[in-house]
C-alpha cells in the first residue's frame, strides 16, 4: 500500500540499498582433523578429541592458521589435537551477511541431509558467528558487545545425525536457557 511506497522512497531517497550475503567456497588440502565420537563429549586419550578441542581446532582451521607446529614464525605452534587424521579435502563454505534465523535452519537441514547417501565425512558442521555489536541478548540481560561481543554456536553433526551444540557468548553475556 502507501505505506510501503514511502518506505521504498525513503530508502532509495537516501541511498540505502539491500545488499546480498557474499559467498566464498575454499577446499583445503591433506588438513588433519579431529577424531570425535558423538557420545563422547569429553573425549577419551588415544580414542577421540573432546568438545573444547574441536572448538579450538575449528577456529584455528577458519582463522586461517598454520597447524603445522613450526615454530619458525612464532606466530603460532598449534597443531591439531591428538587423534586425528589426514583428510585429503575438505570444503569451506563462508557466507558474510545478515542472515535470517529461517536461512541457518533451511543450511541446517540441507547439511543433515549429505549423511543421506554414503558418504566418507563422520562429521561436519555449521558455524554461526554474529556481528560484536548484534543486538542479540538472553534472558534478561543486555548484550555485552562493549566487552567484546563474542556471539556464535556451533552444530557438529554427525554421520548418524546425533549432533552437539556448542555456544560461546561474552563473559558480560548470560548463556542461552
Same mark, same amino acid.
Given at each position: 500500500? =502507501?505505506?510501503?511506497? %514511502?518506505?521504498?522512497?525513503?530508502?532509495?531517497?537516501?541511498? !540505502?540499498?539491500?545488499?546480498? /550475503?557474499? !559467498?566464498?567456497?575454499?577446499?583445503?588440502?591433506?588438513?588433519?582433523?579431529?577424531?570425535? *565420537? +558423538?557420545n563422547e563429549l569429553q573425549g577419551k586419550p588415544d580414542e577421540s578429541c573432546s568438545t573444547e578441542e574441536?572448538?579450538?581446532?575449528?577456529? =584455528?582451521? &577458519?582463522? *586461517?592458521? +598454520?597447524?603445522?607446529? #613450526?615454530?619458525? +614464525?612464532?606466530?603460532?605452534?598449534?597443531? @591439531?589435537?591428538? /587423534?586425528?587424521?589426514?583428510?585429503?579435502?575438505?570444503?569451506?563454505? %563462508?557466507? %558474510?551477511?545478515?542472515?535470517?534465523?529461517?536461512? !541457518? !535452519?533451511?543450511? &541446517?537441514? *540441507?547439511?543433515? @541431509?549429505?549423511?543421506?547417501?554414503?558418504k566418507l565425512a563422520y562429521w561436519l558442521t555449521l558455524t554461526v558467528h554474529g556481528f560484536a555489536d548484534? /543486538?542479540?541478548?538472553?534472558?534478561? +540481560?543486555?548484550?555485552?558487545?562493549? #566487552?567484546g561481543g563474542e556471539n556464535l554456536y556451533n552444530f557438529v553433526i554427525f554421520r548418524n545425525l546425533d549432533?552437539? &551444540?556448542?555456544?560461546?557468548?561474552?563473559?558480560?553475556?548470560?548463556?542461552? /536457557?
Open positions: 500500500g =502507501a505505506e510501503g511506497s %514511502t518506505l521504498m522512497s525513503y530508502f532509495s531517497k537516501n541511498q !540505502i540499498q539491500a545488499l546480498k /550475503p557474499k !559467498i566464498t567456497f575454499s577446499t583445503l588440502r591433506d588438513l588433519e582433523c579431529p577424531v570425535l *565420537q +558423538s574441536l572448538f579450538e581446532w575449528l577456529g =584455528a582451521v &577458519l582463522n *586461517q592458521v +598454520s597447524l603445522n607446529n #613450526k615454530s619458525s +614464525s612464532f606466530l603460532s605452534t598449534y597443531c @591439531c589435537p591428538q /587423534p586425528n587424521t589426514m583428510v585429503e579435502k575438505a570444503f569451506l563454505c %563462508t557466507i %558474510t551477511g545478515f542472515i535470517i534465523p529461517e536461512k !541457518i !535452519i533451511q543450511l &541446517l537441514e *540441507q547439511l543433515c @541431509c549429505y549423511f543421506g547417501e554414503p548484534s /543486538p542479540v541478548s538472553w534472558r534478561e +540481560s543486555e548484550h555485552g558487545f562493549h #566487552k549432533y552437539w &551444540l556448542q555456544m560461546a557468548v561474552g563473559t558480560n553475556d548470560d548463556c542461552p /536457557p
